[in-house]
C-alpha cells in the first residue's frame, strides 16, 4: 500500500481489532503512520508455501521537488486495552503546573503529583503546530479539545522522557531516587492505568514481532515509537540471521523509543 501525506499535521490510521499480519505499506511526505492492533502486531510470518513475507512498514520521506521536511515518523502499538492509551488523563497530570512535586519530599508521599510538569512544552507545542493565540491558562483546554491521534504525539514523546528521565535517576547515585523507578512507573500508570473508569481491570495482551526480511524504517527523517505494554518486541528469530533490512531503523534522523513488558 502507498499513503501520501501533504502537511506535519497528516496522520494516517492501520488500526486492527486482533492481529495485524504482514503488512506492507510506504508513507511518503511528513506527518505520522499509526499502526495499532488489539492483540499482535506480526510481519515477516510465513504463510503458503512456509515463505516468510518482506513485510515492511516505511516512512520514505519527501516526494515533491525542494521538499526538506523530514519524513513521517511511525507508531505501532499492540495490546494497549480497549480503550487505548489514556492521553486525556497523562495530559492532565503532566501539563498541569498544579501537579509538580515538591522536590523537598519523597515523590512517594505525593499522590496524583509528578516529578516534572510539561506546560510550557504544551504551550510551545500548539503555537507552533496549530497556531494557538491563547495564552498559558487556557493551553490545557485546547489540548483536550484536539483528536486523540493529534493528542497522542505530544503526549507520547513527554511518556517516553519520563521513562528516560526515570531511568537516570535509578542509575544516578546522587538521585533522590537512586535506585527507584517510581517516575517511570507513574508516567506508565497515567498513560496506562490498570483499571478503567467503571473501576474494571485493563486486560492488555499482544506483542510485536518482525521476522525474515521485516521491518519499520524510516528513510529520510521521522522516529519510530513501540507501545507493547502486554507484551514483548521480536526482531529476527534465534539461530538464523536476518537480512539487513530486519527490525527497526530510523536514517538521518529520528528516534527510536520502546516501551515494553516482557
Same mark, same amino acid.
Given at each position: 500500500g502507498y499513503i501520501a501525506h501533504s502537511g506535519a499535521l497528516d496522520v494516517s490510521l492501520l488500526d486492527a481489532g486482533r492481529d495485524v499480519l504482514n503488512a506492507t505499506l510506504d508513507v511518503a511526505g %511528513?506527518?505520522?503512520?499509526?499502526?495499532?492492533?488489539?492483540?499482535?502486531?506480526? !510481519?515477516? !510470518?510465513?504463510?503458503?508455501?512456509?515463505?516468510?513475507?518482506?513485510?515492511?512498514l516505511r516512512s520514505i520521506g519527501p516526494v515533491a521537488e525542494g521538499d526538506t521536511r523530514p519524513g513521517a515518523s511511525i507508531v505501532l502499538s499492540a495490546g494497549v486495552g480497549a480503550g487505548?492509551?489514556?492521553?486525556?488523563?497523562?495530559?492532565?497530570?503532566?501539563f498541569d503546573r498544579t501537579r509538580l512535586?515538591?522536590? @523537598?519530599?519523597?515523590?512517594?508521599? !505525593? @499522590?496524583?503529583?509528578?516529578?516534572?510538569?510539561?506546560?510550557?512544552?504544551?504551550? @510551545?507545542?500548539?503555537?507552533?503546530?496549530?497556531?494557538?493565540?491563547?495564552?498559558?491558562e487556557g493551553a490545557l483546554a485546547a489540548f483536550l479539545a484536539l483528536p486523540a491521534e493529534q493528542q497522542g504525539v505530544l503526549v507520547r514523546e513527554v511518556f517516553y $522522557? $519520563?521513562?528516560? !528521565?526515570?531511568?537516570? $535517576?535509578?542509575?544516578?547515585?546522587?538521585?533522590?531516587?537512586?535506585?527507584?523507578?517510581l517516575r517511570g512507573r507513574e508516567a506508565i500508570g497515567a498513560l496506562l492505568p490498570p483499571a478503567d473508569a467503571q473501576g474494571q481491570p485493563v486486560e492488555r495482551r499482544g506483542s510485536i514481532v518482525f521476522q525474515g526480511a521485516a521491518g519499520t524504517h524510516t528513510l529520510f527523517g521521522g522516529g519510530i515509537q513501540v507501545l507493547? %505494554?502486554?507484551?514483548?518486541?521480536?526482531?529476527?528469530?534465534?539461530?538464523?540471521?536476518? %537480512?539487513?533490512?530486519?527490525?527497526?531503523?530510523?536514517?538521518? $534522523?529520528?528516534?527510536v523509543e520502546i516501551y515494553t513488558r516482557d
Open positions: %511528513p506527518g505520522l503512520l499509526d499502526v495499532s492492533a488489539g492483540r499482535n502486531i506480526l !510481519q515477516g !510470518q510465513p504463510l503458503l508455501g512456509n515463505q516468510g513475507s518482506a513485510s515492511t487505548g492509551p489514556d492521553y486525556a488523563g497523562f495530559a492532565a497530570r503532566y512535586a515538591d522536590a @523537598a519530599s519523597p515523590l512517594a508521599d !505525593q @499522590a496524583g503529583k509528578v516529578a516534572k510538569t510539561y506546560e510550557d512544552r504544551l504551550l @510551545a507545542w500548539l503555537r507552533e503546530r496549530f497556531g494557538y493565540a491563547g495564552g498559558a $522522557e $519520563e521513562l528516560r !528521565q526515570g531511568g537516570r $535517576e535509578y542509575n544516578d547515585p546522587e538521585s533522590r531516587r537512586a535506585g527507584s523507578y507493547a %505494554p502486554g507484551g514483548g518486541l521480536t526482531l529476527g528469530a534465534n539461530g538464523v540471521l536476518p %537480512p539487513p533490512s530486519t527490525g527497526l531503523l530510523t536514517q538521518g $534522523e529520528g528516534a
